[in-house]
C-alpha cells in the first residue's frame, strides 16, 4: 500500500442535458485507494460518441447527471490499495472505465487496469483504448472476418473506424470506407478505398466496388440507412450494427432506438439466406467479470502491442488540456476532424 493521504483531483462534471459549454470545473479529495485499487495520475482520456451522447442523455444506460464522464484513460498509477502488488506504482497502464476519466485524478480496479508498453505517448495510446477494443473484437471476435475478404466501414475517418481500417489492412482483408469528401485523401492514406458518405448514390457506388456483395459492413449510423447496409451484405455476410449516430438529435426515450434497432437485427436474423445481423456492445459480458476482463485485457493488448510497434499510426485529431473540455468536446462533435479528440493532463 502507497500514499495513505487523500489527493485533490480536478474534474470535468456533465451536470444535465447541457451544451459542451455548459460543462463544470470542480476540485474534490480522493480517498486512497481502497483494497484492489489504486489511484491513477490521468494523462490522456479522449471524447467518444459515448460522451456526445451523454450530454444529451441519450446515452442508453449512462448515470443520473450529475456524473464525471470519460470512457477510457491512459495514465500512471501513483498509490495502490491493500492487496494489490506496490510494484504497479510507477507503470503507465489504460484502462475502460465508462466514466469516470475526465478527472487529473481517478480511483480504478487494478484488475482493469492494462499495461501501455514502454516509448508509447499517452495520447497515442488513448486513440486504441475504447475505439481499438471495439474495432478488434467487432472484426475479429463478431464478424470474423477472414483474409481476402471485402468490408465496409462507415465512418472510416472516424476515431473507431480508422482503427477498424488499419486493423482490416494488417489482416489482409479490402476496405471500403465511407467518409466526406475532405477526408478521402486520409482514408487511402489508411488503406481503405472512399466513398462519399453524402453523395445520394454512396450505395450503388458500393455495389461498383464491389459487384458480388462484402463480407462484413461495420454501421455506427443506424437509422433508415441500415436496411442499405443490409443488402450490401453478400450470402454469408455478416452486418455489424455498434451505433444509432441517425437518432443522436431526437427527442424522446434513448432506449427506443436502440430497442428498436434489436428487433430489426432479431427480425432479419430469421430470414434464410445465410447472412447474419448483430449488435455490438463492449459491455456485453459484464456479468461474468473475470472472462471479461480477461477478453478485454486480451484484446486491448493486442491493439496496443500493433501500436508500438508501428502496424497501427494513432488517429490523433487534436490535444486538448483538462480545463478545455468543452472545447474538446464541441470539437469532436463538429465531426470536421479525422481521428480522435484527445484530452491530456
Do not use: C
Not at 19 to 33: A, V
Not at 38 to 65: I, N
Amino acid at each position: 500500500m502507497s500514499n495513505p493521504v487523500a489527493t485533490p483531483a480536478t474534474e470535468v462534471v456533465l451536470p444535465g442535458e447541457v451544451e459542451p459549454s455548459g460543462l463544470r470545473l470542480r476540485t474534490r479529495d480522493l480517498p486512497p485507494p481502497t483494497a484492489g485499487r489504486v489511484l491513477l495520475r490521468m494523462e490522456a482520456t479522449g471524447v467518444s460518441f459515448a460522451e456526445q451522447q451523454m450530454r444529451r442523455g441519450k446515452y442508453y444506460d449512462q448515470p443520473p447527471f450529475p456524473f464525471v464522464p470519460g470512457y477510457d484513460v491512459v495514465g500512471t498509477v501513483v498509490a495502490t490499495g491493500p492487496g494489490v502488488d506496490p510494484a504497479m506504482v510507477g507503470r503507465r497502464v489504460a484502462a475502460v472505465t465508462k466514466t469516470g476519466a475526465w478527472a487529473s485524478h481517478l480511483l480504478l480496479d487494478a484488475a482493469d487496469a492494462v499495461p501501455v508498453p514502454d516509448g508509447v505517448a499517452a495520447a497515442d495510446a488513448e486513440t486504441v483504448v475504447v475505439n481499438g477494443v471495439t474495432a478488434w473484437q467487432m472484426l475479429h471476435r463478431t464478424a470474423k472476418v477472414s483474409r481476402g475478404a471485402t468490408i465496409v466501414v462507415l465512418g472510416a475517418n472516424g476515431g473507431v473506424g480508422s482503427t477498424l481500417v488499419q486493423l482490416a489492412r494488417h489482416a489482409g482483408i479490402t476496405v471500403i470506407g465511407t467518409a466526406s469528401a475532405r477526408h478521402h485523401d486520409a482514408v487511402r492514406a489508411l488503406g481503405a478505398t472512399p466513398v462519399d458518405y453524402r453523395d445520394p448514390e454512396q450505395y450503388r457506388r458500393i455495389r461498383q466496388l464491389a459487384p458480388h456483395g462484402v463480407d462484413a459492413v461495420f454501421d455506427h449510423v443506424g437509422g433508415a440507412g441500415l436496411e442499405e447496409s443490409w443488402r450490401l451484405l453478400r450470402r454469408g455476410g455478416t452486418l455489424v450494427s455498434y451505433g444509432t449516430a441517425a437518432t443522436k438529435d431526437e427527442a424522446g426515450n434513448s432506449r427506443l432506438p436502440v430497442l428498436k434497432l434489436f428487433a430489426r437485427l432479431a427480425l432479419w436474423n430469421l430470414l434464410p439466406n445465410g447472412r447474419s445481423a448483430h449488435f455490438y456492445n463492449l459491455w456485453a459480458g459484464k456479468r461474468r467479470p473475470a472472462s471479461f476482463r480477461a477478453r478485454l485485457r486480451e484484446d486491448l493488448t493486442q491493439v496496443l502491442t500493433l501500436l508500438a510497434d508501428g502496424t497501427l499510426t494513432a488517429q490523433v485529431a487534436a490535444e486538448f488540456p483538462l480545463d478545455q473540455a468543452a472545447a474538446a468536446l464541441a470539437l469532436a462533435e463538429s465531426r470536421t476532424v479525422a481521428g480522435k479528440v484527445v484530452i491530456v493532463a
